[in-house]
């Protein structure tokens, strides 16, 4: 399958990975939107929040805590988590992700 984030999971695109665990990766955005700009990932490919089912109940709370250790081992106060769906909500890949920034955070632009 052609998906950016399914081949960096694999290793077959080189990243540096910040996080990883089980079920879950996690790099630096390649064109961050603030100081600290966060993808986490998870391993499986799902299209999108459009795309979930009741299987991955888990994995999307799992995904929140994902964020919330990455965050505490940044010692970050403050946050902003985003997902974007669909072209109409700003996703690009279509591989459900979900965005951590902290420090300038432009609300406007992720
Ligand atoms: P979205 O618009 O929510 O689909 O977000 C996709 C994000 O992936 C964008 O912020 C891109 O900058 C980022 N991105 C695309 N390719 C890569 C890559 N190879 N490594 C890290 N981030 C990437
Ligand atoms: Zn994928």
Do not use: T, W
């Not at 998906?3 to 879950?24: D, H, M």
């Not at 390649?30 to 600290?36: D, F, G, Q, T």
């Not at 997902?83 to 992720?110: A, F, W, Y």
């Amino acid at each position: 399958m052609d998906c950016i984030f399914c081949k960096i999971a694999k290793g077959e695109i080189p990243s540096i990975k910040v996080f990883e665990n089980e079920n879950f990766f996690a790099v630096n955005d390649i064109n961050p939107k603030a100081k600290i700009h966060i993808l986490i990932i998870p391993k499986e490919h799902i299209e999108s929040i459009k795309h979930l089912q009741d299987s991955h109940k888990n994995l999307i709370g799992e995904m929140f805590l994902a964020a919330q250790k990455i965050a505490k081992g940044k010692n970050l106060q403050g946050y902003k988590l985003v997902i974007n769906v669909g072209r109409e909500g700003g996703q690009l890949v279509d591989h459900l992700h979900l965005h951590l920034l902290s420090g300038e955070v432009d609300p406007l632009k992720v």
